[in-house]
């Protein structure tokens, strides 16, 4: 890795020969003659460490220093400085300044403290780096998939992760939006605590109502005990209110509350409870349709949707299937203690062509079966549910009038190759066929567009 050292010093002599002392250590140099000038360059984000004087025109050093650990913290700084001024540079280095050094600078010792710096702060990022991966690996562990679709989607759990805001997370059924709940949960700091999930549909008005606020003892038959509402139990947590399209007006009401106030009532209690609680929410529903046809209130589906997370189905990220197919396989041999290595190519044709309406459950389901019944040591069409089995027939392709068998073989081919821009090895699967034929036909006429 190569650092970038910004100069800064009004002095044009010394700004240049630091500049071509530590471009001969292999450093990037930039030199600024102007605090406000080298804080351009800080700002753009690609430096690794300052070294500034300390008196100059207009900025000091000091205000540099400042704005420096504010901007970038981790950045180190090392201020310069005349015989004169050794108090203010003893002062800065109070301030978070790595270290400093008096003017004549001997530029050995200067290269050191810069070297010493410039590892620290490898070590620094090496290990941020590091637990960034971890913390990735365990939030995602579960959620499969390369494609854009799913990359950009992780981007935004990441990102919305640590604040409280509202998710709203839509999506036919089966696409994985609980997953994604629990990836928003893993990846902020309130998985200290764990999320409380409320499937709302599996419950009746009444007793909704009590699970979500809980009841005070006495409060209707049968409640002869203090009952914790599921959103008294989230308290520096998040709730998952899945299914939420299909809670009625009077609770919808009581959750529009929780959400404008962060407080609310046990069910029969005065007194009022206040939570610190992150509210994430999915439905299959079309709300805003519903909110349309005046089932679903407005302003809760507002206050619902501050982040709106859709998980596209599967047929619209067929590029994940392979590592779904492989995850989901790995998974049911371990489970039936089989050793079942693939698919062979009618079988990943059959699964390809195939809609998925009930998405990755389904895919799942069908993986699962397909290994139960698989006897030999690769899942054939026979494995798979007649439904997706079927699939394998795929669609009558004609060949037009005056062309031949092979030129309409050709068409194909390359009309599905530019539909994955020359990705063959996706081509190949999609047709069911093997890399190394696609790679030889492609050769034999003549066209050889290198993709993966
Ligand atoms: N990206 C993925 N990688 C691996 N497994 C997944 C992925 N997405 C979903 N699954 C699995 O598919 C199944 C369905 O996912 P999940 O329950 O999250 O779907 P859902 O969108 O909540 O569906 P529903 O609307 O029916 O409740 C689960 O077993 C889940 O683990
Ligand atoms: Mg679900």
């Given at each position: ?39 351009e360059y800080v700002s753009k984000g ?291 203690s089989k050793n079942i290595t693939g ?110």
């Amino acid at each position: 890795m190569k650092f970038t050292i910004l100069i800064i010093d009004d002095e044009k002599n010394i700004r240049e020969g630091l500049a071509a002392n530590f471009e001969l250590e292999d450093y990037n140099v930039k030199t600024a003659a102007s605090g406000e000038e080298g804080l351009e360059y800080v700002s753009k984000g690609d430096i690794d460490l300052v070294i500034s004087d300390l008196r100059m025109n207009g900025m000091g050093g000091e205000e540099v220093l400042q704005r420096v650990t504010a901007q970038t913290p981790g950045v180190p700084v090392i201020i310069l400085t005349g015989h004169g001024d050794v108090n203010s540079a003893v002062d800065a280095m109070r301030h978070g300044a790595y270290d400093f050094l008096l003017k004549p600078v001997d530029l050995d010792q200067l290269t050191m403290i810069v070297k010493r710096a410039l590892e620290n702060r490898q070590l620094r990022l090496e290990h941020q780096q590091l637990k960034k991966e971890v913390e990735d690996s365990s939030a995602f562990s579960t959620m499969i998939g390369k494609s854009s679709a799913i990359m950009k989607m992780q981007e935004t759990i990441r990102k919305v992760a640590e604040s409280r805001a509202s998710v709203l997370i839509t999506g036919e059924s089966g696409v994985g939006k609980e997953l994604v709940a629990r990836a928003i949960h893993n990846y902020s700091s309130r998985k200290a605590k764990e999320m409380i999930n409320v499937h709302c549909a599996a419950l009746s008005e009444t007793l909704l109502e009590s699970e979500l606020f809980g009841h005070e003892k006495g409060a209707f038959t049968g409640a002869d005990h203090l009952k914790k509402g599921r959103f008294e139990l989230a308290h520096g947590s998040t709730i998952f209110l899945d299914e939420i399209g299909e809670i009625n007006q009077s609770v919808q009401i009581k959750i529009l509350r929780v959400l404008q106030e962060r407080r609310f009532e046990r069910v029969g209690g005065e007194q009022t409870i206040e939570v610190d609680v992150r509210v994430v929410a999915a439905t299959n529903r079309n709300l805003e349709e519903e909110v349309k046809k005046g089932r679903f209130r407005e302003d809760l589906y507002y206050r619902l949707n501050v982040v709106h997370i859709h998980v596209p189905p599967l047929r619209e990220r067929k590029e994940d299937i392979p590592l779904l197919i492989q995850s989901f396989l790995d998974e049911f041999n371990r489970e039936n203690s089989k050793n079942i290595t693939g698919l062979d190519s009618k079988a990943k044709s059959a699964m390809f062509k195939y809609d998925w309406p009930g998405n990755i459950r389904e895919l799942r389901n069908c993986m699962e079966s397909a290994v139960v019944m698989c006897s030999g040591d690769h899942i054939t069409i026979d494995d798979l549910p007649p439904g997706i089995a079927k699939k394998s027939e795929g669609e009558v392709i004609t060949v037009p009038l005056g062309q031949t068998l092979e030129e309409t073989e050709k068409t194909v081919i390359l009309e599905n190759l530019a539909a994955n821009r020359n990705n063959k090895s996706k081509t190949a699967d999609l047709l069911g066929i093997g890399r190394k034929t696609l790679q030889r036909k492609l050769s034999e006429w003549g066209i050889d567009n290198s993709g993966e």
